[in-house]
């Protein structure tokens, strides 16, 4: 079991670490303890939900009203839905064009996340196939945007802007704080790394399987749940 420092600041991803993974993006309900459990908290602790979902749809899922960075730290606000600041604006155009230039294949599904959207191929019934031609259309992305690659899911976000930016820059505003960071994908590696490149403890949680550069790893979201309750302890 990871380590629980006694002043943590935390950070937790939501899909595969407080939500399973399931095949349609909008079926994934959090785990029955989750609600309550990040209330209570964020009644102890800082808590910010640091996920590629935009806020909007958070808010549907989980509510409350909890610190968030939503679309992998370009949008930051609440997990009611409120957005305070949003890195994507500038690129409305290239993504709607983006949008409407999505591959059509059996399996392939675009999940809208207001500013900006993912496609999922989890569905697919050749997901080889299907992520080559995704590949493809991702070599139409010009330049201030990068395609990031999950589990059988891209999506586009603004360079420079990552969970790892957004992390680093509210861990520097803790300094009297241990972050802790818990995630499941690959784009909370880049959260992993620039924790761990800080000049202050850190404590990074690996959820599920896979080469990760977390310190410390947890099994699946019931861990997770039984890690967290060690907190309120």
Do not use: C, N
Not at 23 to 30: L, T
Not at 60 to 73: E, F, P, Q, S, Y
Not at 198 to 215: D, H, I, N
Request: net charge negative; aromatic share 6%.
């Amino acid at each position: 079991m990871p380590p629980v420092p006694p002043r943590p600041l935390l950070f937790l991803d939501y899909d595969g670490t407080l939500a399973p993974i399931v095949d349609d993006p909008a079926a994934a309900v959090p785990h029955p303890a989750v609600p309550d459990l990040v209330a209570e908290l964020g009644q102890v602790h800082p808590v910010v939900i640091v996920t590629g979902r935009d806020l909007a749809a958070l808010s549907r899922l989980l509510g409350g009203r909890t610190r968030a960075v939503g679309l992998h730290g370009a949008e930051e606000g609440w997990s009611d839905g409120t957005v305070e600041a949003r890195a994507t604006s500038a690129y409305a155009d290239a993504l709607r064009q983006l949008r409407e230039a999505v591959p059509e294949a059996e399996g392939v599904v675009v999940e809208d996340k207001g500013a900006a959207f993912a496609v999922h191929y989890r569905a697919a019934p050749d997901p080889d196939a299907a992520r080559a031609a995704l590949r493809a259309w991702a070599e139409a992305v010009p330049d201030g945007l990068v395609p990031i690659w999950g589990k059988r899911v891209v999506e586009l976000r603004a360079d420079g802007v990552s969970k790892g930016t957004a992390v680093a820059r509210i861990a520097a505003a803790h300094p009297d704080r241990t972050p802790v960071y818990l995630g499941d994908d690959v784009t909370d590696e880049d959260a992993f790394a620039a924790l761990q490149a800080l000049r202050q403890l850190s404590v990074t949680v690996k959820v599920g399987p896979g080469e990760t550069a977390a310190g410390h790893r947890l099994a699946d979201v019931e861990a997770v749940v039984a890690y967290l309750r060690r907190f309120l302890d």
